[in-house]
């Protein structure tokens, strides 16, 4: 009752330019890592269908073993050359695995679709068909985490001097990408 005829104040939060730059910083971090985990995890499961292929294959070609074998070695040999979101920016490297990855796809498919057997056995029908798919998808995934992390780089470059309220100056990199077509 003492307070009957006061008003109560009522304070609004506010919010400076670093909170909302912040907020827009973590996001665009948040969705660079999404579409690279995307794009990553569907060249994991290509990778597996091809192992898988692989496997179907030395079974179904007992008298292929030698040229089998150097097929696993080449998909182990893959699986090394991958590139991660640093190394990227050597673009010898993603040559290296694309050139390697296709070579190995196109023979793998080749090879299953040389069998008798492929016209009815549905497991090699249906790896071939991921691993086609799969690969037909890397540009398109290459493609978003290019257009999303030039976002997140244009973000960086026009906001360097408010950065520095939300993170430390060391961990302001500029992303590489894919296809540096954009800024240009």
Not at 144 to 162: H, P, V
Request: proline share 1%; net charge negative.
């Amino acid at each position: 009752l003492v307070n009957c005829g006061k008003k109560a104040e009522i304070t609004h939060p506010t919010f400076t330019k670093a909170d909302s730059l912040t907020d827009l910083y973590l996001s665009l971090q948040d969705s660079v890592l999404q579409s690279w985990n995307v794009m990553i995890n569907d060249d994991n499961q290509k990778i597996k269908a091809m192992h898988n292929l692989l496997h179907e294959l030395m079974i179904t070609s007992s008298n292929q073993d030698d040229q089998l074998d150097a097929y696993e070695e080449q998909l182990d040999h893959l699986i090394e050359l991958r590139y991660n979101q640093k190394s990227m920016a050597n673009e010898d490297l993603i040559e290296e695995y694309d050139f390697a990855s296709n070579l190995l796809v196109t023979e793998l498919i080749t090879q299953a679709e040389s069998k008798t057997e492929f016209a009815y056995n549905t497991t090699l029908q249906k790896l071939v068909e991921e691993i086609r798919v799969a690969d037909q998808r890397v540009n398109l995934y290459r493609e978003e985490y290019d257009a999303i992390t030039f976002k997140y780089n244009t973000f960086l470059e026009r906001n360097r001097n408010y950065l520095s309220e939300i993170t430390q100056k060391d961990s302001i990199e500029l992303r590489p990408l894919f296809e540096m077509t954009y800024g240009d």
